[in-house]
């Protein structure tokens, strides 16, 4: 049997059979192969629903010095932002009224955001929309952290891991971040009860089939219940602003594989598969996506949450055009859905 048979059949791999199956990513008969097999799933779960997320950018600041990321606390050349938390309730507002039921509240890893401000900020979106989730992505905490935020309301949690090599993570940060926490980090939020997602960028420097072998391998083991996957794109105030961005057809590739791997996952098409290529969100859905976010934050700061080169955050990305985003959906055969979009247990 071939490694795509094999993945198919049993919806697990060992890294090196992970490696062998990656080799094939420009092979059309295994591309399509896993494709068909990834719309098949996410057919039988989720019919043609496509859940929306609505972005809330809300801090641009952070402590931290990933050299991948334009927001990262040395570049001196970052305008930076955060939002009060009346501006993050008004987003909410705004999100409900376009039909949002999940506020992602994202950030940079910013000290003015204590823990009780969190906490208040999540009592505030939950009293007033009680029907709706809301997801955070703040970075790593502790486990303490994460359990007041869980009992604040907070449902899910979005944490990409980045990659699960020790040497590439080296890489990608400064000596001061270390892989072991941040897996650490997954392990307490699942056992917290978060619905939780990891993830990784798809091309970025120094990543190998061997080291993505690796990422597989670890999302089967963590059996997160989302997972954000995007290709690599530079930004010019990094020490990777020449580096060549992430592959459209790999991430795609890799999008059919985590949903074989996992069936019932929450896999956005992501924005930064959506800034490399126009068409590069419809295309995710095809492989297997089941997501799509679009930005929430308040027009004035979108361009400031300035992540990598050329992101797209204003016409279709955003959410004030849902009809235009519904219209994108329904050309590859999908609708948008009006609920919150739990992880099916
Ligand atoms: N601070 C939180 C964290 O670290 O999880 C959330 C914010 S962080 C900006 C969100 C994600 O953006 C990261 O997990 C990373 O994968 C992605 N990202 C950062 N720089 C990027 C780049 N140059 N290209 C593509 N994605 C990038
Ligand atoms: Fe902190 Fe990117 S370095 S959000």
Redo the contacts with the bound molecule.
């Keep these: 049997m071939t490694p795509a048979e094999t993945l198919i059949n049993s919806h697990r791999l060992s890294r090196e059979e992970y490696a062998a199956l990656l080799i094939k990513a420009e092979d059309e008969g295994t591309r399509e192969l896993l494709k068909t097999e990834a719309v098949r799933l996410r057919r039988k779960y989720y019919g043609n629903k496509v859940f929306t997320r609505g972005l809330i950018e809300f801090t641009n600041y ?1 402590k ?1 010095d ?1 050299y ?4 990262r606390c040395g570049n001196q050349k970052a305008e930076r932002y955060r939002l009060t938390e009346e501006e993050i309730l008004e987003c909410c507002r705004e999100g409900d009224k376009l039909g949002f039921r999940t506020f992602v509240l ?4 910013d000290a003015w955001f204590t823990d009780e401000r969190m906490e208040k900020i999540i009592r505030r979106i939950k009293r007033e929309f009680p029907d709706c989730a809301v997801t955070l ?3 790593e905490k502790s486990y303490e952290s994460y359990r007041k935020f869980r009992e604040a309301g907070a449902d899910r949690y ?3 891991h ?1 990659t699960a090599d020790e040497e590439h993570y080296r890489m990608l940060h400064p000596e001061n971040m270390y892989l072991s926490k941040r897996k650490q980090c997954l392990y307490n939020l699942k056992a917290l009860g978060y619905q939780t997602g990891a ?3 798809v091309g970025s420097p120094g990543q190998t089939l061997e080291t993505l072998a690796a990422d597989l391998e670890f999302l089967q083991e963590l059996k997160p219940q989302m997972v954000g996957i ?6 010019h105030g990094t020490k990777f602003a020449n580096e060549k961005a992430g592959s459209v057809s790999l991430t795609l590739f890799l999008l059919s594989i985590i949903r074989i791997m996992l069936p019932k996952v929450l896999l956005p098409a992501t924005t ?1 598969l959506g800034t490399v290529d126009p068409r590069g969100r419809e295309k995710g859905l095809e492989a297997g996506a089941n997501v799509v976010m679009p930005n929430l934050s308040p027009l004035r700061n979108r361009k400031q949450y300035d ?2 080169d050329n992101k797209i955050c204003t016409g279709d990305e955003a959410a004030e055009c849902r009809t235009c985003l519904a219209r994108r959906v329904a050309s590859v055969g999908y609708r948008l859905a009006d609920e919150r979009g739990d992880a099916l247990e």
């Design positions: 952070c931290n990933c991948y990321c334009g927001i994202q950030g940079g890893e992505s703040i970075g979005l944490l990409r980045e993830g990784f960028m995007g290709p690599f794109i530079p930004h930064a992540l990598y």
